[in-house]
């Protein structure tokens, strides 16, 4: 009775192990696939300012803004707020989950917020190689000028 008890828990453990496995794997390829075909999403939710904080918070916990966004499989980002604006928020989706994404800020958030989308791209990159080009071009222009001045 105790080596079927053991060889049960041995079998067990080991389901239990796979599939914890199977969904880190399938998580991984989910996140891999939302990093290459997903595009950036920038929602302005402004504040309301007719109502108090207190008020807003409570519309957003009666729609369920807190539990239904993002929404599934979609990724913040980046989440700001700025004074006497409102919320910043980039979200990472798929391009077919643009409906999904706009529905659930419908359902949630247009009570307490007005709200603007706008199809975003990271640019920090490409600043950083023109920042550094430009720097690099500006040291060449001060070589050459010494030089110049050298030989006078």
Do not use: C
């Amino acid at each position: 009775m105790k080596k079927i008890l053991y060889l049960f828990l041995i079998v067990f453990s080991i389901s239990l192990f796979s599939e914890n496995l199977f969904y880190e794997n399938q998580e991984k390829e989910r996140e891999e696939t939302l990093n290459r075909h997903g595009i950036l999403v920038t929602i302005l939710l402004k504040h309301d300012q007719r109502k108090t904080l207190d008020e807003i918070n409570l519309e957003l916990k009666q729609s369920g803004f807190w539990v239904k966004f993002p929404g599934e499989g979609m990724k913040i980002e980046s989440w700001y707020v700025a004074m006497g604006l409102g919320h910043i928020i980039t979200v990472r989706i798929l391009p077919e989950q643009v409906r999904e994404l706009n529905r659930i800020i419908e359902r949630t958030a247009w009570k307490s917020f007005r709200t603007e989308f706008f199809l975003s791209y990271d640019f920090k990159e490409v600043s950083t190689e023109n920042r550094k080009r430009e720097q690099d071009d500006e040291k060449q222009k001060e070589k050459k000028f010494e030089m110049k001045e050298y030989f006078r």
